[in-house]
């Protein structure tokens, strides 16, 4: 028994007996210790000395519970001698002693324990305060990837109705694609007992979302992973402004078509073979607009910016999913069609593409008309490396354009042997005229029932280094493109003038010297201005002077070149029309401008003798000019017989290698020293 006490009072637990009247009976060293009394005082104290908080109803129950045989743990607090309250845990139970009844009660301090308690029940609160209100959504799963919980936020994502939610996998609900690889990631998480960060597109109410979602798994004692919790923030905004800087940097911003920057990226895709298109091969296009510039020039960049999208809407029109248009900058486009197998197929793309061009653009008001020509280069047929490949595109586009504009062309090798890149003439070119490469070359104009030279067609020719002498065709198209040709314009009037005022300042009768003009040096440009300035210059008088332009000029219907052709005629300096029947035709402008002159395209005199039409087309042409009182001019005779037609159909004057070809001034003067003397069927035998 003694053995006992020992024992009760090692305990750390206050151990006690209280008889009926709950007056203590026997208290262990511990109950003295922690009560602060001494064991001599609490066996003349009761239970409800140190328990003020046991109420009536406790007292009740304990009362009773003395009379079942109880046993059970209850709590409450106790006050020490001091006056301090503290929590306690007592177990107790019902014994008999003699014949008497005792309440054995054994007492724990559980302050550090409800001290405990209460911080976990904060921090608790904490984290529950922190998940609810958290604008990140929240959820965790079971390893059979169904929703164990979500979070407020999370609830409301998903529609609201928890029922649904709670206890659901993602592919059960919501359901979807997203939800698939979300789901999928999930396993992931579990399998490999690691983290994983991703983000999710997904759609709602048609919108595009985009979240950030981070995983992590939950493991347990023995390391399994019982949980995963995923924390999805939503970056939609951040994802979007991503994709608008994407956007800015591979779309142009004015037709929202792919830039050069993106056409590069999804040909080098293509040629590595990891766009999924058929074999590795393709086409690629490069289309420049023709007369753009001359439009921007003339009415404006609002009107450009509009014709540039109407045409790169036309364009877009004109292919396939899967194929890529783009623009390069300026009228530049370019069109990449991949797993085209047939020249043909490439062909009709740009047949349609030029013919969807053609039809005419109402800008303002005011139909205009562009055109387009289009170079083809293939691949791997043409070359496997994109750079020459592009080069190789231009090459054909620029031969195109020699071949009169609105048309396509495919690469061929010759083009390269001839080194007629596009971007190689302009460089060059733009010293040109500096280095004094530019030269004229001067071709008669006679009058047909006297053969006398009336006059000479200045022609430009360039020498340049290293090459034979390169044609006006082959770089006047680039000079104007490139925004030279007023210069060089400028330069060709000057020579012109100045030569003919010298021929005319040694010979008794006057001859004209006729000057092709550009469109360009319409617009923008006081071309009037810098006329009078070069007649002053070099002494040359108006008369002669003549002036061709083209019947496009006429047709741009623009306020500018009206004013700029009435100051010329003016000035006595009415124009011609050169290259008279190919263009649009339309009759109207001949009498609404001063017009003085047509010169009959070569083209026409060419088969006139073989073709009936030709010369039905030539009458006509000749009867028109009769009547609107039109001098007219009959380009390209060659021979005796086309030049006896034109002088009985009406015809007066004409040009062509029948009476000279375009020659250096020096070789012109040599050979017309004498005009009157130089006779063409003396010379034509
Ligand atoms: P264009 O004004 O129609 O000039 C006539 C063209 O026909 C010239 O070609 C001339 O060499 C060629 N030609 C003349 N007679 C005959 C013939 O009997 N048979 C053949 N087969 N051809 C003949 P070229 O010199 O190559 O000039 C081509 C075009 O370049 C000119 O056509 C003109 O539009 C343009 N051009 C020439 N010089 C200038 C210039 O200084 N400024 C501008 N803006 N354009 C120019
Ligand atoms: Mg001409
Ligand atoms: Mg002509």
Redesign the pocket.
Known sequence: MELLERAINLSSDAIFLVDEQLRFAYVNDAACRSLGYSREELLTMTLLDIDPAVSSEMLRRLERRFDDSFTGIVESRHRDRGGRVFPVEISATVAEHQGARFGVCVVRDITERKRMEERLREREQEFRTLVENSPDTIARYGPDCRRLYANPRLVTDMGGDLARILGTTPSQFPGGASAQEYENMLREVFEHKAPRNFELHWQRGGQEHCTHVRMAPEFNQSGDVTHALAVGRDITEIDQYRRKIRHQAFYDSLTGLPNRALLLERIARMVAGVSGHDARRFGLMLLDLDNFKEINDALGHDAGDRVLCEAAARMQACVREGDTVARLGGDEFSVLLPGMRHGEDLAAVADDILLQLAKPFVINGQELFVTGSIGIARYPGDSTEVGSLYKYADSAMYHAKRLGRNNFQFYEKELTVRSVSRMDIEAALRKAQQNEELVLYYQPQIELTTRRVTGA?ALLRWRRPGHALVMPNDFIPIAEDAGLIVDIGEWVLRTACATVADWNRERGQSIKV?V?LSTRQFVRHDLAGSIRRILDETGCKAEWLEL?ITESLLLEDNSEVAATLAALKAMGLPVSI?DFGTGYSALSYLHRFPVRQI?IDRSFVKDMLEQRDKRELIKAMLSIAAALELESVAEGVETLEQADYLLAHGCKLAQGYLFGKPMPRAVFEQSNGDAADSDPRRRAR
């Open positions: 067609e006729a092709n061709e050169d010169k």
